[in-house]
């Protein structure tokens, strides 16, 4: 509806102009608005001002609700900023009116904090939480993909009842406590407070016959099997996500999901590293001097590898492509083979000679059969000629 006033009536100068009491510009938008007003009736509300400061604390608050109460509409707002006070008079408005609900100008600001949905809050659809499965593998599992099946005990929506927690048959009432909304308002002082109703736990609903197998819970713990197929490659750390396979939502909201958590086992002989393999391999003396060929494991088979002479331990051999194909793409691994040379034990006495034998001939071949031995004792015994020269 459009209003006209025919002539610009002279303003009310007994009265503060309205942007000045709300501390706004003119062309100030709602969301200021509201925002100055919160303040001010925060600071003036008569709960907040006793004694002497009473009275005063609410002339002010009024004079801001008034303010408010105009400014925020947008036809008084058009017609207070062509014609002033008088001109909201003459329509029969009125610019007075400091009688709202202060409780509504808090309700949509406390609302989502204490768990309302503000004004008009439904009882809303959630979706169900998410669970996690902690799923053991063996290296070969992890490398070349799997299919497991996994028991998992969760909340699941009731069969008889269809989720609704009441007996087939029987009704469901509206809360009469919230009206169906989900949600009560209380008053606080000068707070308004929208919070969970006490009687239907937010469901807006109240069950008068419950039913007998979740008991009015709507769930029930089942066991259920599911079926997991693990790609080859993945390692620990990784997860597997089934989607709507977690616990049911709230009030036909959808499922969440099941994260199967990897944890691969630790393997007799090969330890990962990413997308490689490591393996330490045992050698004997004799195939550490001599020189030989060795057969050493790798994910595919068995494979032979040659040993030069004379090598020591902590040699590394690697084996290209040999390893793991991640399961994010990429390049496969490899294979790196530590060798390591085993001292024979438990020998017998004629074994003992030879190797007695074997230890003199070498030491007649000075330090050219023993190079890092002879090294070793050289820097020694200059690390002592020094000592002592320091110490002196």
């Not at 599992?141 to 005990?153: L, W």
Request: proline share 4%; glycine share 14%.
């Amino acid at each position: 509806m459009v209003l006209t006033i025919l002539e610009k009536l002279p303003a009310d100068m007994a009265k503060r102009d309205y942007y000045e009491v709300l501390s706004v510009d003119r062309n100030a938008d709602e969301a200021t608005l509201k925002k100055s007003y919160r303040r001010l009736a925060m600071k003036y509300h008569p709960d907040r001002n006793v004694g002497e400061a009473a009275s005063e604390a609410e002339i002010q608050f009024k004079e801001a609700k008034e303010a408010y109460d105009v400014l925020s509409d947008g036809q008084k707002r058009a017609i207070y900023d062509q014609y002033g006070h008088a001109g909201l008079e003459q329509q029969g408005g009125g610019s007075g009116g400091g009688s709202g609900d202060f409780g509504d100008i808090f309700g949509d600001m406390f609302g989502d904090i204490f768990g309302g949905g503000g004004r008009g809050g439904q009882n809303r659809a959630y979706r169900g939480a998410d669970l996690q499965y902690k799923l053991e593998l063996s290296l070969e599992e992890a490398v070349f993909g799997v299919d497991k099946t996994i028991d998992v005990t969760s909340n699941q929506s009731c069969s008889s009842c269809a989720g609704s927690g009441a007996k087939p048959g029987s009704d469901v009432k509206t809360c009469g406590t919230c009206g169906g909304a989900g949600q009560v308002r209380m008053q606080q002082g000068f707070f308004s407070i929208q919070q969970t109703c006490p009687t239907c736990q937010g469901r807006g609903q109240v069950i008068t016959d419950v039913c007998v197998e979740c008991r009015g819970a709507g769930v029930v713990r089942k066991q259920r099997t599911l079926a997991v197929k693990v790609p080859a490659g993945v390692d620990t750390g990784d997860r597997i996500r089934l989607s709507g396979e977690g616990e049911p939502g709230e009030n036909q909201g959808p499922a969440g999901d099941l994260f199967v958590q990897i944890d691969v086992l630790a393997h007799p002989i090969f330890e990962r590293d990413a997308a490689d393999l490591h393996c330490q391999v045992p050698i004997s003396f004799s195939t550490a001097a001599l020189g030989g060929e060795i057969e050493i494991p790798t994910l595919d088979g068995r494979l032979a590898l040659k040993i030069p002479a004379e090598v020591q331990t902590g040699k590394q051999f690697r084996l290209r492509g040999r390893g793991v194909k991640p399961v994010r793409g990429g390049p496969q691994g490899d294979v790196y083979v530590h060798l390591m040379v085993e001292t024979p034990i438990n020998l017998d006495k004629k074994q003992k000679q030879l190797f007695e034998q074997l230890q003199a001939s070498l030491d007649n071949g000075g330090s050219k059969h023993n190079p890092k031995s002879a090294g070793w004792l050289d820097g020694m015994k200059g690390f002592f000629d020094d000592l002592k020269f320091w110490s002196k």
